[in-house]
């Protein structure tokens, strides 16, 4: 699954002089009949940062902005057997269907990206990417949303009344809606700061939880936090987010695997964690969050 010069070249050919080529692709995948594998888990690569311009990983504040450099990374990854699919704004997931990359997987889209990272109005995330129309046109499997809760920041109100909006049209089509619910404040300096308290989370999983009029087929998407008892606040399917890469491979993989092993936990959603490894071997690292994720699944 290498991205070799002539795969990489007939993409741009491709992109440059057939833009039919992408409709065919949509309509030509094929699409897994099951969310969940054989072993009731999901295990998806996250691919829609560049959307929002966040193209760091740790020092390194543009380690995403090479497409080449990603999309081999991405081609990595989703050899591995055990990874289901991935999630990816509508540039990537076009990209890895052009090279085939994506056939009886699961495909996620994602819808809001227009919170650009950094901006004055980034929580006011609006929906710039995906929308449910143009999901079930194109035969993905979901649709994914962030929210990012904010006091303090008036923002928050659309991007709260979009995401419910969000969840209402999936769910009338039948389609996964996977909303990511993420407390933060501003500090001092008015920059973003997650919150990880047990309080805050629980908080912010309840708000997700009741967005729109059924939650039927609401998935939620959070990070794995020090406190498990925290995922006792729902009772609909949670995937454990890889978020920023902390540095140290093996905490990341503890947390995650202390984090599946709620009864409501369902699967892991990683993205730089596993493209960017500190080491850069992407193989090595998407087969350590499999094996974490099988052992929580026994």
Known sequence: MHLTDERWYDLLRTRATDPEAVRRAYADRRRRPNLLSQTGTLFLVAADHPARGALGVGADRTAMADRRTLLERLLLALSNPAVDGVLGSPDIVEELLLLDAVHDKIVIGSMNRGGLAGADWEIDDRFTGYDAESLVKYRLDGGKMLLRLVDSDPGTIPTLEACARAVSELAEHGLMAMVEPLPYARDEDGALAMHRDAASLQRAI?????????????????????????????????????????????????????????DVARGLVVGRSLLYPPDGDVVGAVTAAARVLEAAAR
């Open 206 to 262: 309840t708000v997700a939880s009741g967005l729109g009029v059924t939650s039927a087929h609401t998935w939620l998407k959070i990070p794995a936090p020090e406190d498990v008892s925290v995922l006792d606040a729902t009772t609909l399917p949670v995937l454990i987010l890889g978020g920023a890469p902390s540095g140290d491979p093996e905490a990341d993989l503890a947390s995650w695997g202390g984090a599946l092993r709620h």
